[in-house]
């Protein structure tokens, strides 16, 4: 299930507990750059909807570019004053659901992500997010069905995310006949999605297929930065392909990187 990954995840906003692979959540793309809260300039024919909608992109272009500052009080205040203006926005409840996600409220996002799914149905952005965010909160079996309706839009452009995001939460819930059909599917379209290359290495290590599991395990490594479910299993991995000096170089980069997490032995069970 990537922050950083995009306005563009967009951001990789939740990770999952406990040796699970990253989830790709996406906020709406109100375009890149600083923002300065001037006067809209409407033509005289410009009707009240237009005006309105004008309106709101804006509150939601200085809501994103707050959050991208990590402004969070300051991306709440403008996402809600577009919510003021238009009550059924998808895109200021997402940014709401972002802004609550950030602050560690999961149950707050989770309320805004599904609202904006259920505000915007064919729209796969709020699907996958919502599906990302049931993934990450142990509703993995429950999220399946979201990302299929996410990848149904033809509009939808990250439509990698949802397929490694589905991928990897079906690895979760069990359902292993459509993992590797969607990792693959993730990875010929964007061969660096950090989401999807945990999770086939996971799956591959899961397999007894060791090799490869190192393979796209190594991939993982050089595509973003290192996790603590990332390095525990490459230590694995290696534990399991006999290479113990590898084993515990990941295992003391586990230490350095994530002291907070305790005592770990080479060989020590990533789930959860």
Request: aromatic share 0%; charged share 15%; net charge positive.
């Given at each position: 299930?990537?922050?950083s990954s995009a306005i563009a995840c967009g951001l990789a906003l939740a990770l999952?507990?406990?040796g699970c692979s990253r989830l790709t959540f996406i906020k709406p793309s109100m375009g890149s750059g600083d923002y300065e809260r001037t006067a809209p300039t409407y033509e005289l024919r410009d009707s009240p909807e237009v005006k309105q909608r004008a309106n709101v992109r804006g509150h939601l272009a200085l809501a994103t570019n707050a959050l991208q500052k990590g402004l969070l009080d300051e991306a709440e205040k403008e996402a809600r004053a577009a919510l003021k203006?238009?009550?059924?926005s998808a895109d200021a409840n997402t940014l709401l659901a972002v802004v609550e996600d950030q602050r560690g409220n999961r149950e707050q996002a989770g309320g805004y992500y599904a609202r904006a799914a259920e505000l915007a149905p064919e729209q796969g952005t709020a699907l996958n997010n919502y599906g990302a965010w049931l993934c990450g909160n142990g509703r993995a079996a429950e999220s399946l069905p979201w990302f299929d309706k996410?990848?149904?839009d033809p509009m939808y452009r990250q439509r990698a995310s949802a397929l490694a995001n589905s991928g990897s939460c079906a690895l979760k819930a069990g359902q292993t006949a459509r993992v590797e059909d969607r990792l693959r599917q993730a990875l010929a379209l964007d061969p660096v999605d950090a989401t999807a290359l945990e999770a086939m290495a996971e799956y591959q290590y899961r397999s007894g297929r060791y090799m490869d599991a190192r393979a796209f395990s190594e991939r993982r490594l050089g595509a973003a930065p290192a996790t603590r479910?990332?390095?525990?299993?490459?230590?694995q991995i290696e534990d399991k392909l006999g290479d113990r000096a590898a084993a515990a170089r990941y295992v003391q980069r586990l230490r350095t990187e994530f002291p907070q997490t305790g005592t770990v032995q080479s060989g020590e069970s990533s789930q959860p």
């Open positions: 299930m990537r922050p999952l507990a406990g203006i238009d009550g059924k996410a990848l149904a479910s990332v390095l525990l299993l490459a230590s």
